[in-house]
């Protein structure tokens, strides 16, 4: 699994028998409008730090060096964080 690499090996299997492959019929429907047409992009990290500097103090960075799964990886850290989110928002 690519996106979990800081999971151990037994969370690893756990996914792994969990997670199910993509039914075919899903992939030979035909699309009228590309979602990349109509969604917005990701913004890349660099930018939205340049845009965060040129805020005031309500706007707040956490990083965590994580797989894409940081919520099994670092539960604690992803419930600190979360946690801290909520509490910034209530002043």
Known sequence: MDFA???SPLEIEVLRDALRPTPAAVLSGTVSTPAWRSKPRAIPPALEMA???EMNDECHF???QSSHLAMIS???EVARMITLAA???QH
């Open 74 to 76: 670092h539960p604690v």
């Open 62 to 64: 956490n990083y965590l």
């Open 87 to 89: 509490q910034r928002s």
């Open 5 to 7: 690499q800081d999971l």
């Open 51 to 53: 845009e965060t500097a």
